[in-house]
């Protein structure tokens, strides 16, 4: 497979990225099921696997941890996140350096490594300056937890404010965003993507499948349109709500004009977005 330069650090990783949100209690809970995919993916020339700390409450990073025992960490760009809640206590999330230098240890942990090449911020904190989280982070680098620092949902402005932030206070800086990006979502063209194309930051997409929308299985007349996903999060998928069959009708669209092509749906709404100049 080939592969890419993550924005302007030299580290190569693969256009695909394996995302393992659904690994553990959120999805697939065999965790030797889980293990398998990711060396799979691996043996396909993914070099590039993502996770968070809050994905079914550290789970995720778990099992991540126990696929790339035996050897296999050295050869992969790995990537997790923190912010989101991991307990009752409300300073157990967010973007505070009390926090982060306390999850980045549960982590490490949970990841069985000593680092983590991409730490990422799942959220803009509104309650937390820009120097404290990039200050935290930027100790973390230096004490060699971590390689490289970037930001995952974060809004154009706040992208604009935190490079700032990390120039004049001579501090780490993103060096990507990890955005929502497919056929069905592109607000982000308008923003988003120039603000990380002037700033030299890779953009990491997620979910370029809309959340299964753009899978193949989303087509009018299926007989049964229900996955683990729609289970968890119902609401976005009732198709009593508008805007969800107006997905139900651009992904049967899609899927006619996928049809016609002699392709996969799924190779169509992932090409959309890989062929993105700033992706």
Wanted: hydrophobic share 40%; with cysteine; proline share 4%.
């Amino acid at each position: 497979m080939e592969q890419r330069t993550l924005a302007r650090t030299g580290v190569h990783v693969s256009p695909l990225c394996l995302g393992a949100m659904m690994f553990g209690a959120w999805g697939e809970t065999d965790h030797d099921a889980c293990i398998r995919m990711v060396h799979r993916a691996f043996d396909a020339g993914i070099n590039f696997i993502d996770t968070a700390d809050v994905y079914a409450r550290g789970e995720s990073e778990a099992i991540v941890g126990k696929a790339l025992a035996g050897g296999r960490r050295d050869d992969v760009v790995l990537a997790t996140k923190f912010h989101g809640s991991m307990g009752d206590d409300p300073n157990e999330a967010g973007n505070s350096r009390r926090w982060i230098f306390r999850e980045v240890e549960a982590s490490l942990k949970r990841l069985n490594t000593d680092w983590i090449d991409l730490y990422q911020v799942h959220r803009w904190d509104p309650w937390t300056d820009h120097d404290e989280t990039l200050g935290a982070l930027s100790d973390l680098v230096t004490q060699g937890k971590v390689r490289y620092i970037g930001s995952s949902t974060y809004p154009a402005a706040q992208i604009v404010k935190a490079q700032w932030v990390g120039r004049e206070r001579g501090l780490q800086r993103f060096v990507c965003e990890q955005p929502p990006y497919s056929i069905l979502a592109r607000g982000i063209e308008a923003d988003v993507l120039p603000t990380c194309e002037e700033f030299g930051m890779g953009v990491i997409a997620w979910s370029p499948l809309a959340g299964g929308w753009l899978s193949g299985r989303w087509r009018k007349g299926a007989e049964d349109l229900t996955s683990r996903r729609s289970a968890m999060i119902p609401q976005r998928y009732d198709l009593s709500i508008s805007a969800n069959q107006a997905k139900l009708e651009a992904a049967d669209a899609l899927g006619q004009l996928a049809d016609e092509a002699g392709m996969s749906l799924i190779d169509i709404a992932i090409a959309f977005v890989i062929h993105h100049p700033a992706v």
